[in-house]
Nanobody, 115 residues
Framework: QVQLVESGGGLVQAGGSLRLSCAAPGRIFSFAAMGWYRQAPGKQRELVAAITRGGSTNYADSVKGRFTISRDNAKNTVYLQMNSLKPEDTASYYC?????????WGQGTQVTVSS
């Protein structure tokens, strides 16, 4: 069983910042494209940001310029720096690892942005 361990969620005021972390087993992380997704109540899970093994990134239009995804290959960890948070960013955030069509998900971490 592959376990992705997320941390860093919480409650923040609009305009504030949070950094999410997701640690994966080294045997997975080294080969994986990593991503952050989010799901708000009553809505579908959506891609927030993704990063390839080589460091190429892509972002949802709604977070461009505010969120930054990065990976530390020495620590087997992917990060999501979230700045200028808005109430509409409120959701459960999930880490995803994809390796040769195998997909692994974290348990999710809650981000709540108050207005």
């Amino acid at each position: 069983q592959v376990q992705l361990v997320e941390s860093g969620g919480g409650l923040v005021q609009a305009g504030g910042s949070l950094r999410l972390s997701c640690a994966a087993p080294g045997r997975i992380f080294s080969f994986a494209a990593m991503g952050w997704y989010r799901q708000a109540p009553g809505k579908q899970r959506e891609l927030v940001a993704a990063i390839t093994r080589g460091g190429s990134t892509n972002y949802a239009d709604s977070v461009k310029g505010r969120f930054t995804i990065s990976r530390d290959n020495a620590k087997n960890t992917v990060y999501l720096q979230m700045n200028s948070l808005k109430p509409e960013d409120t959701a459960s955030y999930y880490c995803k690892a994809e390796v040769q069509r195998l997909i692994y998900w974290g348990q999710g971490t809650q981000v709540t942005v108050s207005s």
